[in-house]
């Protein structure tokens, strides 16, 4: 049988009624002679609600438990997609992530697969079963304990079944109807583009694009997974939503492709660290160790006249997202109590967000950084920090103008109109 893999995000499965829908685009494949492997998130709002929970009984928490708590949202869609099916006659099965078993490392809140043994699933498709819906964004570790993938981790869970089972294709139904060239809810000027390249694609993704996770545009990639994000609440055919895919299918050619954002930005800054070789591993070795994810570093260039200190001094600037301050603060404390690292203090600005420009054709043309600082000039937008690579540049800014500098930058590569 030729097998699809549908998932549904947190707003295609909110209430009863739109599980309801979303089980009506399972039954059209169903009826079309498709086996399907639903993959279901937790209604939205729900994994918020988990994760406040759990940082309000215990701020430094136990990342089992953590993950205890958070997983549970998937359950319960899970199982009431699988009733809503049965309800209209189709055979499906649910299934949470120790069932299949997804085998995930015990990275918790963060959690890779390992192995999705196809077994279990199998066998209930050869007994006559249409649809297994399993529960996103978890797994088991070898220690028997549940895992979370990360935020927006069902994507994640549906490529890695994709891969696994051979899907003709994995559609990602969301609340928008495709992938485009900055989040429309920024501004009504986007555009919805039909194909993004993978690179592209992984590289917005990762810079705060949220309407894919950015592991499931690495695997995709990876494992040649036909991956397509299209609205839940359309009527959709094949040729719907947007198709992240190889570079050599797209025939659009733009200098840049899309403008990214991740709104809740820290800017930490230690003053007055040592200037001696090793200093940054003793600095970020903790900070990794307490898993923060440390983004953009600058250190800053030494003081000739060692500002009055014995020895060479330096700053040390670094941006992590703000739910992971406290986090670091208290990492930094114990590496200085320790005595590993010296530092007069730590500025914490927790009113940064970071914006993006990526695209493919910034390898072969220059000048983009130059048109986007002077885009953000005129818009009055001062630069905290910079950071590029091959296809992306970055800039840490106020929060406050983050709206105004996407709007801006959109204009100023004229992403509204086709390449
Ligand atoms: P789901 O719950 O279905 O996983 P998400 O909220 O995680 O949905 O992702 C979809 C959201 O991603 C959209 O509502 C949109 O606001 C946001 N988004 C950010 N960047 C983009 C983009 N470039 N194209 C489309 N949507 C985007
Ligand atoms: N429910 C999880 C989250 O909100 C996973 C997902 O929706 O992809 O992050
Ligand atoms: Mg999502």
Same mark, same amino acid.
């Given at each position: 049988m030729p097998l699809l893999v549908m998932k549904f995000g947190g707003t295609s499965v909110a209430n009863l009624e739109r599980i309801r829908n979303a089980a009506q685009k399972v039954k059209a494949e169903v009826e079309r002679g498709y086996d399907v492997i639903v993959i279901v998130s937790a209604m939205s709002g729900k994994t918020n609600e988990l994760v406040g929970w759990v940082n309000e009984t215990?701020? %430094?928490?136990d990342a089992r438990e953590y993950d205890a708590v958070v997983s549970s949202g998937e359950n319960v869609t899970a199982g009431l997609m699988a009733l809503t099916l049965q309800e209209m006659d189709i055979p499906a099965r649910s299934w949470q992530g120790w069932q299949v078993p997804i085998q995930t490392t015990s +990275?918790? =809140? +963060?959690a890779r697969f390992v192995d999705i043994p196809r077994k279990n699933l199998d066998a209930k498709f050869a007994e006559g079963f249409k649809v297994a819906v399993i529960a996103g964004f978890q797994g088991v570790s070898a220690e028997g304990r549940i895992t979370t993938l990360g935020r927006g981790g069902s994507d994640t869970t549906a490529v890695a079944f994709a891969a696994a089972f051979g899907a003709e294709r994995c559609d990602i139904y969301t609340d928008v109807d495709g992938i485009y060239t900055t989040d429309p809810r920024i501004t009504s000027k986007a555009r919805k583009l039909d194909k993004i390249s993978f690179e592209e694609m992984l590289e917005l993704a990762s810079l705060g +694009?949220?309407? %894919?996770q950015t592991r499931s545009v690495e695997l995709a990639m990876r494992y040649k997974v036909r991956l397509r994000v299209l609205s839940s609440f359309d009527d959709t055919n094949e040729t719907s939503g947007t198709l992240v895919c &190889? @570079? &050599?299918?797209?025939m659009e050619s733009k200098v840049v492709s899309g403008v990214a954002y991740s709104r809740e930005e820290a800017k930490l800054t230690l003053v007055t660290? @040592? &200037?001696?070789? =090793?200093i940054a591993a003793a600095i970020f070795g903790p900070l990794s160790e307490a898993g923060v994810n440390v983004d953009m570093i600058v250190q800053n260039i030494s003081e000739k006249d060692y500002q009055g200190h014995e020895r060479p001094v330096t700053d040390m600037t670094f941006s992590c997202p703000v739910d992971q301050v406290a986090r670091a603060r208290k990492a930094l404390e114990t590496a200085r109590d320790a005595g590993s690292i010296s530092y007069e203090k730590l500025e914490v600005d927790t009113d940064a967000a970071k914006v993006s420009v990526v695209g493919i054709g910034m390898r072969s043309h220059a000048g983009v950084a130059a048109r986007m600082f002077s885009a953000l000039a005129q818009e009055g937008v001062n630069i905290k920090v910079i950071a590029t690579s091959e296809i992306k540049i970055s800039v840490l800014i106020d929060r406050k103008y983050m709206e105004l500098a996407v709007q801006a930058l959109h204009d100023a590569f004229d992403l509204d109109k086709a390449g």
């Open positions: 215990s701020p %430094l928490y +990275a918790h =809140g +963060a +694009a949220k309407v %894919l &190889d @570079e &050599d299918e797209i660290v @040592e &200037d001696r070789p =090793g």
